[in-house]
Nanobody, 123 residues
Framework: QVQLVESGGGLVQTGGSLRLSCTAS????????MGWFRRAPGKNREFVAA????????NVADSVKGRFTISRDNAKNTVYLQMNSLKPEDTAVYYC????????????????WGQGTQVTVSS
């Protein structure tokens, strides 16, 4: 059983930056593809970014392309989401997720989820 704990959320002004972290325990981190999703108030959870087991392949949603970067440090059992040029529409609870297979843009690809961290971008 893999446990995922997100951190790094908070309140930031438009144009600011945050770095989210997600630390895993209870499994072999390097064998999991990892992803970030978010749920804005009143909306469904949506894909943000995904990264392969060794970090060689990464994908981000079109809505955050050029602003958000996903990375991982397998020695630290941690995946990161660097968020720059934040906008009010980025306000959401951000979740990390682990996939025993391939990390994709689809929620069904993931086996384990964190509890989420709140990101609020003020205008």
């Amino acid at each position: 059983q893999v446990q995922l704990v997100e951190s790094g959320g908070g309140l930031v002004q438009t144009g600011g930056s945050l770095r989210l972290s997600c630390t895993a325990s209870g499994g072999t981190f390097s064998t999991y593809g990892m992803g970030w999703f978010r749920r804005a108030p009143g909306k469904n959870r949506e894909f943000v970014a995904a990264i392969s087991r060794n970090g060689g392949t990464a994908n981000v949603a079109d809505s955050v392309k050029g602003r958000f970067t996903i990375s991982r440090d397998n020695a630290k059992n941690t995946v990161y989401l660097q968020m720059n040029s934040l906008k009010p529409e980025d306000t959401a609870v951000y979740y990390c997720a682990a996939s025993r297979y391939t990390a994709t843009a689809h929620e069904g690809s993931y086996n384990y989820w964190g509890q989420g961290t709140q990101v609020t971008v003020s205008s």
